[in-house]
């Protein structure tokens, strides 16, 4: 069985791709923990997003019978320790994994315990976990009612590389200094930790391995970035949300010269500390969303030569000073929405020619700016959502044919505007959360075959608009709640075997026959008919869509009882429901 779940371990920073609201790393996972999400899900058979039914593996029928009968096991340890970790994966993602059967895995050798929110856990778990031993390479415990008991468990745990425990309230100080024996750490996390201290941070200055360190919303580690200054293989640092961080903490940030990532979001900085970030000659991705900082600081950002994605939204920029932005050539993303920004700031990003993303949300940018994003010709995600724009601005959209994602929710296009966006053939995901599209709007698009995901929320689409949606046959999400759709409307859905999300909420007239028309779409993951006629008798309809994991029916004549005997009897991938017990 060898090698399944026992790849090397990896830091990495893959979601650099800041559409819409700004720039965000996703959080770490070791690479085995794909497993589980890509092969522990077993519900035997497997019905495709085109209806059709799969047959599962060997392995994965086992491992389902497993699951069932998981009181009688009393050890895995004799199993080879793939498939123990197989096993893991499926009941942690099933919510099957409990105080008696986790026994089972005691001395299985595990490499991989990602238990991150799983309910119920406690001091008495961390047993088992320590009996992994030197085997352990990943856990993550967060949101557990651990205490600093559990961290002495772990002292057998000398190989970790992967260590989270964020949002765990009861571990104190005295806990957090059993981290600096775990010297082959890589990837460290402890967000929302009102414990930690900056004299508490002398536990970090000894782990000379570390790459990542999460140390989101800590509020009392003023002081604390001095003992980690030795830390140089550091290449990702998040401080996000740490209100008590101030410049003269900034200095201590100045000899990482590896930083490649750093997350300093509502962070009390200025252009003064910005200053302390010159050397970092490797920083790609930096984040300042929300902190204290003007135009000045773009002085310091000019000298950064590998920097690619810059947030800056939600400061204090204005007009004066942007001239700057012109120096940071190499951009790929920049978001500098939520300022005072307009027309004549776009001037200046003329030459960012290598900028693929761009976020202007809710700045004071008009139809003469848009003529500034004309050269842009490599820009692939851009937010104009709520500004003054109008139809005349949308035209010197129409050469940026490798745009992907646009957001022109909230503003003043119409129709006409709309027709000039019929070349942007790449175009995957528009926003069009606006009140007066109407039909006439939907029929300007059908040229955009190629759309994966198009939100309609707020437009004022009817049933006889719907009939342009047959363009789209590549459709996985789909939001239409101007409350203009009856259950005739929808049978022009029918088609759309793509959609993994349809949002109808707000659409007062939809009645049962709506998932009746729905109940072919058996690809569907999440399903919103909220605020519609839709009663306990529809709900029938729904049992062929054995996918979807999402359900809301708020505000109908739908019963909490009905929706669970529903979930128990015929869609066993249904984790979440509304209206709830």
């Known amino acids: 069985m060898g090698g399944v779940c026992s790849w090397k371990r990896e830091y990495y920073y893959a979601d650099e791709n800041p559409n819409r609201r700004g720039v965000s790393g996703r959080y770490f996972k070791s690479r085995s923990s794909k497993w589980m999400w890509m092969a522990s899900a077993f519900f035997p058979p497997v019905v ?37 970790q197989l096993i893991f994966n499926d009941l942690v993602y099933s919510r099957y994994l409990s105080a008696n059967s986790i026994e089972a895995f005691r001395d299985c050798a595990l490499q991989d315990m990602l238990l991150k929110e ?12 320590s009996s992994q031993g030197s085997s352990l390479l990943s856990l993550d ?36 200094e059993q981290i600096s024996g775990f010297q082959k750490l890589t990837c460290l996390g402890f967000k929302n930790s009102t414990a930690l201290t900056g004299e508490g941070m002398r536990c970090l200055s000894s782990l000379v391995n570390l790459v990542k360190l999460d140390l989101e919303r800590c509020p009392r580690i003023h002081g604390g970035l001095v003992h980690i200054e030795g830390l140089t293989r550091l290449e990702s640092l998040t401080i996000r949300c740490c209100k008590c961080i101030v410049d003269s903490d900034m200095k201590s940030l100045a000899g990482l010269v590896n930083l490649k990532q750093l997350q300093t979001p509502c962070v009390n900085i200025t252009d003064a500390g910005v200053f302390y970030l010159k050397g970092l000659s490797k920083l790609v991705l930096l984040n300042m969303e929300g902190c204290h900082i003007t135009a000045a600081c773009l002085d310091y950002l000019s000298d950064l030569p590998s920097l690619q994605y810059l947030n800056l939204c ?24 939520y300022n005072e920004i307009t027309d004549e700031c776009l001037t200046h990003l003329q030459g960012l020619t290598k900028l693929e993303s761009l976020n202007l949300d809710s700045c004071r940018i008009g139809d003469d700016g848009l003529a500034n994003l004309a050269g842009l010709v490599n820009l692939k995600n851009l937010e104009l959502s709520d500004n003054k724009i109008e139809s005349n601005g949308i035209q010197h959209l129409s050469g940026l044919t490798n745009l992907e994602d646009l957001n022109l929710s909230f503003t003043l296009v119409t129709e006409d505007g709309l027709r000039n966006l019929s070349g942007l053939r790449s175009l ?17 698009l059908t040229g955009l075959t190629g759309l994966t995901h198009l939100d309609l929320f707020g437009a004022q689409i009817t049933d006889s608009g719907t009939k342009y949606l047959q363009y789209f046959k590549n459709l996985q999400s789909l939001d239409i709640c101007g409350g203009g759709l009856t259950d005739d409307g929808i049978k022009n859905m029918k088609h759309l075997s793509s959609l993994t999300v349809l949002n109808l909420s707000q659409n007062l007239d939809l009645t049962d026959k709506t998932l009746e028309h729905l109940s072919g779409l058996t690809g569907l993951v999440s399903l919103n008919v909220s605020n519609s006629r839709v009663t306990n008798d529809g709900l029938q309809h729904l049992r062929p869509l054995k996918n979807l994991r999402s359900l809301s029916l708020e505000s109908c004549s739908v019963t909490a009882d009905e929706l669970k005997k529903l979930q128990l009897s015929a869609l066993p991938n249904l984790m979440k429901f509304h209206p709830e017990l």
């Open 118 to 129: 799983y309910p119920g856990i406690e001091d008495s778990w961390m047993d088992v976990v």
């Open 428 to 444: 995957k995901s528009l926003n069009l959360d606006i009140r007066h599209i109407t039909d006439s709007g939907l029929a300007a």
């Open 314 to 337: 939600r400061s204090a920029l204005k007009d004066a000073g942007c001239e700057k932005f012109s120096t940071l050539s190499n951009l790929e993303v920049l978001n500098i929405g």
């Open 141 to 176: 415990i967060s949101s557990f009612e651990v205490t600093d008991y559990s961290l002495f468990l772990l002292k057998n745990c000398s190989s970790l590389q992967s260590l989270a425990f964020d949002y765990c309230d009861l571990i104190t100080e005295k806990g957090f």
């Open 48 to 84: 495709d997003c085109r209806g059709r039914s799969t047959c599962p593996s060997l392995m994965e029928l086992c491992i389902h019978k497993i699951r069932e009968d998981v009181s009688k096991f009393g050890s895995f340890s004799i199993l080879p320790r793939d498939v123990s």
